[in-house]
């Protein structure tokens, strides 16, 4: 279950994800970056695979949604799945196993210029964690 909501902002986009577990958090971020750019239903036919680092949840987060914009306007590819993720929540490190297809075979919405950190935070609250994102539009 997708477990995200979008908020009122003036110029870009803004958005709330959550979970039980922060690795939930951060794949339901990553779906909301995903419906920014395509409302579509993405076909899982190509698997890639991401390693990304920070020094702290919110730049972790940063590089996580980075990473999809990258993949995006250098190979085309649009996210369909978060297959698997890990984090290393002490060192600050992710490793996901994503799916999804070319971008080109889908209608595409919004392009993202870029994850911004503006009003950007992650906590654990009420035992859940949640996350806010501002994305560039």
Known sequence: MVNFK??????DIKFQAFGLELEDCFKNASYSVKDIISKDKIKNIEKKKI???GKDFESLLYNF???FLVLFDSEGFLLGK????????DKFKL????SGDNA???EIESHVKAI????????KENHKWI???VVDV
């Open 116 to 123: 911004t950190y503006s009003e950007m935070f992650v906590k």
């Open 65 to 67: 949604l980075e990473e």
């Open 104 to 106: 080109k075979n889908y």
């Open 51 to 53: 390693n990304v680092k």
């Open 6 to 11: 979008f908020l009122p902002h003036t110029a």
């Open 95 to 98: 490793k996901a196993d994503v």
């Open 82 to 89: 978060v297959e698997k993720i890990e984090i290393d929540k």
């Open 131 to 133: 996350c806010q994102v």
